[in-house]
């Protein structure tokens, strides 16, 4: 099955997985279409409460897709994704990608068992795409 073919599929699965607009609650989840792995992503609403002021520093070129547990809004180029060890990694796209703003998840398809900046893409449910630029490694900012 070719790449096409699989995201002219994501509507029909879609219904199969009962997607819904609330993140909360909500996991990864992992479907693989005849070796083709495609993962949902619930999107966690912005908080009420003030934010925590996040620092970039040097991320890494790739993140195990393993660990991606939840993502978070953060802008028209940029997600934050939430690992499983509570790292807080910031997916830079090269443009504006302002279709994920309105739905409650997105979808990877990685290559490999890995998010890469530079190869890898998020795709919105309504079939646009925007690719990775880089990875940032974001630290709480402690105020004293």
Known sequence: MIAGTVWKLVP?????IG???SAVGQSVTRLIIQDEVILRVPVQPRPLLPEIEWVE???????????????????????DFILVNR???RAQ????CPALDFYGGF???PADDRLCARRDAI??????SC??????????KLHH
């Open 57 to 79: 520093k040097k991320g890494p070129k790739c993140i195990p897709s393993a660990a991606i547990q939840r993502a978070l809004l953060s802008g028209p180029e940029q997600v």
């Open 123 to 128: 795709h919105s449910r309504i079939g646009g």
């Open 12 to 16: 029909l699965l879609l219904g199969l």
């Open 107 to 109: 979808y990877l398809q």
């Open 93 to 96: 796209f090269d443009e504006d």
């Open 87 to 89: 790292a807080r990694i």
């Open 131 to 140: 690719t990775i630029e880089r990875f940032k490694q974001l630290i709480p």
């Open 19 to 21: 997607a819904q607009p």
